[in-house]
């Protein structure tokens, strides 16, 4: 076995995906690298062998340079530029790769098993030293070979840079169709470079604020079918959905606790003043934990679930305060740096606040300290909006404008990358990316 | 009182006024094209004289028809006062409401597109709410009226400029049948 001399020999299994409706055979969404690194890693990933009697089953290798190249901290070599294309580590001539100033080299190939199942086995290898790197194979049902070849991509960037991967976990957003005699709202589900688009919701009426299940199985929304708001819960793989709160006035802003078992809601119950309750799902306890006059809105609970931010603009203008999500406590005012902070979501390590941020009049995604009360500006749109954490910590996700339509875009946390990721037609908005699976 | 003829008309609306978001194909209007609310009649008076001075007659302000066929009320960035500019308009749909116990309404709030969208729907409730009080004030009930907020989901038009913004910063007045 190749991976036999080294200790790094690992095996994962990759289930099968849910399935939903097939959207279109294409991706809907094209992303671009707006701002990269300024020395991105040179990298060369070789077409991956394939051992078995017809033609491979999935291109890996063009997968993984596409995800490393979109990640704006690699830039890959063109398989026109490759000197030779070893798949074994014994036929790796290190010297070519160094005299194509290539820094690391991924090889592998596909060995097929029984029932419609493949092992993709890869090794990658620094070629300054020759050292191996990494050595993996993993097998997968040939349905699930292109997450597992953004599997492949995960691990690799997360030993080349030390950052968690994040290309197999997946995004949902709102995508609007105005192209018809009317407009169509849809919840769309895809693969985080944005293929494998499946519609969840298909509605007339807008459809807004998604947000993911810690389990990645199920999304809240907000709809305003039948001409008034309501939350729905709804199981992906199934398509069953639960309408969870059609109270009298607003009802918005939904978002999961960490256990999944509670969701923090908007609602204006009948005297129009909008406040933050916690619907306990299982027991539908509802639990209000503000009590103000003024708007407030867009609830998220920190990583502990202890605590919920929301925005409020009982002192003017928007900002973010804080409350203990269990109710009866009060809420402290976080951040200070402007006169409008608003849709706070929070970092994975509990510390930052995405926010939207006016700045100077633009609207763009801030980043603020929750114990110092800063905000540092990310962006630079006018109409950025919708921000959240990639599950790694390391980027956010978040909504602007290009060419006169709403597109995708984001941000490393460090400000070095900016992507834009644009929908083939239409606009789209309210992005949320969904969490690792654990593997 | 009066036993009003409840007649209305429903006044289709090209979808493309709106560009987009078109609130369904038709929006219902108070008849205000003939006999509106009658006017009290006045009691017969003995109109001698009084030194040039008549009687004094009693009357009802009959809301002008085309102040009740203006249907949207404009508000400024991020504020939910009502501007004097439609003080006459509300105060003659709260009138009409008033009069006509079984007309009900619906006050649909929204905002411009900037700023946070759940935020939105805060402002556009909030100015829905401002709307719903100064019908109140004039008389209506609040049980003819009732408020959604779309925030900055349902454009009257697209583009993001002042011109834009200023149009969809609004409160809507959607009569229900």
């Known amino acids: 076995m190749i991976n036999s001399r080294h200790n790094l020999t690992g095996w994962l299994l990759i289930g099968a995906l849910w399935a939903l409706i097939p959207l279109m055979a294409n991706a809907e969404l094209v992303i671009k690298i707006n701002r990269g690194v300024e020395r991105p890693v040179p990298i060369a990933v070789v077409p991956f062998g394939y051992d078995g009697p017809a033609a491979a089953p999935f291109d890996v290798a063009e997968l993984v340079a596409r995800d490393l190249d979109n990640s704006g901290r690699f830039q890959s070599l063109p398989r026109s530029l490759l000197v030779s294309q070893p798949t074994r580590g014994s036929d790796v001539d290190f010297q070519d790769w160094r005299l194509l100033k290539v820094d690391v080299v991924v090889i592998g190939r596909l060995e097929p098993l029984p029932g419609n199942r493949h092992s993709i086995i890869f090794q990658v290898f620094n070629t300054l030293t020759g050292e191996p790197l990494m050595s993996f194979r993993m097998a997968s049902d040939d349905a699930a070979l292109r997450r597992a070849s953004h599997r492949v991509a995960d691990m690799i960037y997360e030993k080349l840079t030390g950052i968690a991967g994040v290309f197999s976990t997946e995004i949902a957003y709102i995508a609007v169709d105005r192209s018809g005699g009317e407009t169509r709202h849809r919840l769309i589900v895809a693969d985080a470079d944005g293929e494998n688009p499946r519609v969840v919701v298909n509605s007339p009426e807008p459809l807004m604020s998604p947000a993911w299940s810690p389990d990645g199985r199920k999304l809240a929304y907000v709809s305003f079918e039948g001409r008034r708001s309501a939350v729905y819960v709804q199981t992906l793989r199934s398509g069953n959905r639960e309408r969870v709160s059609a109270r009298a006035g607003i009802n918005g802003a939904p978002a999961f606790s960490p256990d999944g078992r509670r969701l923090a809601l908007t609602l204006s119950r009948d005297d129009g003043n909008l406040d933050v309750y916690v619907l306990d799902l299982a027991s539908q306890v509802l639990t209000r934990l503000t009590w103000d006059p003024a708007i407030d809105t867009e609830a998220t609970f920190s990583p502990d679930g202890e605590e919920v931010f929301f925005t409020s603009d009982r002192a003017g203008g928007p900002q973010i305060y804080r409350v203990p999500s269990l109710g009866g406590g009060q809420a402290t005012r976080v951040t200070f740096d402007g006169n409008y902070h608003a849709r706070p979501r929070v970092s994975p390590d509990g510390k930052q606040l995405a926010v939207v941020f006016n700045d100077r009049g633009n609207y763009r995604i801030g980043l603020a300290d929750i114990e110092r009360g800063t905000t540092q500006v990310l962006t630079r749109g006018r109409l950025d909006e919708s921000p959240g954490f990639a599950p790694n910590g390391a980027e956010i996700i978040y909504a602007t404008r290009a060419d006169g339509t709403g597109v995708l875009a984001s941000v490393s946390t460090d400000g070095r990358i900016a992507r834009q990721i644009a929908a083939v037609s239409g606009e789209v908005r309210e992005p949320i990316w969904g969490p690792r699976d654990r593997y | ?177």
């Not at chain 2, 007649?7 to 979808?15: D, E, L, M, R």
């Not at chain 2, 009900?104 to 709307?131: F, K, M, P, T």
């Open chain 2, 1 to 177: 009182m009066m036993n009003h003829r409840l007649s209305f008309v429903v006044t289709i609306f090209a979808c493309s006024l709106f560009l987009s978001g078109c609130p369904g194909s038709s929006v219902v209007q108070p008849d205000t094209s003939g006999d509106g609310p009658p006017i009290d009649s006045a009691p017969e008076l003995n109109n001698r004289d009084r030194g040039g001075v008549d009687g004094a007659q009693p009357f009802r302000e009959d809301p002008l028809p085309d102040l009740l066929g203006d249907l949207v009320v404009y508000f400024e960035y991020d504020l939910s006062d009502i501007r004097s500019e439609f003080n006459a308009m509300l105060a003659a749909h709260g009138r009409y409401l008033a009069n006509n116990p079984s007309a009900n309404i619906r006050l649909e709030g929204h905002a411009d597109e900037r700023g946070s969208r759940e935020y939105n729907i805060g402002l556009g409730e909030r100015r829905a709410q401002a709307v719903r009080r100064v019908l109140l004030l004039q008389g209506a009930s609040g049980t003819q009226i009732s408020t959604v907020s779309y925030g900055e989901e349902r454009p009257a038009i697209l583009g993001s400029d002042e011109e834009a913004w200023k149009l969809n910063r609004r409160v809507e007045l959607v009569y229900q049948q």
